[in-house]
């Protein structure tokens, strides 16, 4: 099956987006996201879904050793080594699910808004683990499971089409949820924050931080922004390898 970001079409959608023009100025949760970072400096690291590569960038050239940007999508990957090129960053072609390195090969992993599109997230959780040196760190974010719950991922509206509230249904039964992102079916999974959390625990990290994200003052002016606080879209989560 294609991938959806190597169909043409769905590419320049996603060319459009404020995220894929301004880098990370245009992510609503960077600000939240780079308050969690560790400090690069000499780290190995890995981005697990690195789309156009921005973090990649972002690791290389705040003083990481070796950066491998993995993704699954050929145009991603074009785009990531024309855009966030450096000398420390190489790029591959991987699916998290697929994505296989030796024991301790990394100090940090980071993966931006893809595990909400891995099936069997523990699964992503136990090779992650291994792949860390002994306190190394791993950052995330994902879609909010109150988000992700319903399916459509679309507001409620009245008869004058505005907005009533947040559709959440079938919250604890997790899965496969059909969405629609930019005009295309999209088939993501839904988690509890419970899922999300404990499995991390169940691993062996020691959890670091565990924030939702809130778009910044600095976008609040942007449309549809300020119906963001409404409703968590997304969640940030940072781990250690170990206890303690």
């Not at 780079?34 to 705040?62: E, I, S, T």
């Not at 992102?181 to 993501?188: A, C, D, N, R």
Request: hydrophobic share 40%.
């Amino acid at each position: 099956m294609e991938n959806k970001y190597d169909n043409p079409v769905f590419f320049e959608k996603y060319g459009n987006m404020p995220r894929s023009k301004e880098g990370l100025a245009g992510a609503g949760e960077w600000e939240t996201l780079k308050a969690m970072l560790p400090d690069f400096a000499g780290k190995r690291v890995l981005d697990l879904g690195c789309g156009y590569g921005w973090h990649c960038a972002w690791a290389a050239d705040h003083g990481a050793a070796s950066v491998v940007g993995a993704d699954c999508s050929q145009r991603m990957l074009e785009a990531a080594r024309e855009k966030n090129a450096r000398e420390a960053v190489e790029y591959r072609l991987l699916s998290i699910e697929e994505a296989a390195f030796p024991p301790e090969s990394f100090d940090v992993v980071i993966s931006s808004l893809a595990l909400h599109y891995v099936a069997d997230l523990q699964a992503v959780y136990h090779k992650i683990y291994g792949w860390l040196a002994p306190g190394g760190v791993f950052v995330f974010t994902a879609e909010h499971p109150v988000f992700t719950a319903q399916g459509p991922q679309d507001w409620v509206y009245d008869g004058e089409g505005q907005i009533r509230h947040f559709p959440v249904d079938s919250y604890f039964y997790e899965g496969e949820r059909q969405s629609v992102f930019l005009g295309e079916p999209v088939k993501k999974h839904h988690r509890t924050l419970t899922s999300y959390i404990d499995g991390l625990l169940e691993e062996g990290f020691s959890l670091l931080h565990v924030r939702e994200p809130q778009p910044p003052a600095g976008m609040m002016e942007l449309p549809g922004m300020a119906d963001e606080m409404r409703r968590p879209m997304m969640l940030a989560v940072s781990a250690r390898k170990g206890r303690g």
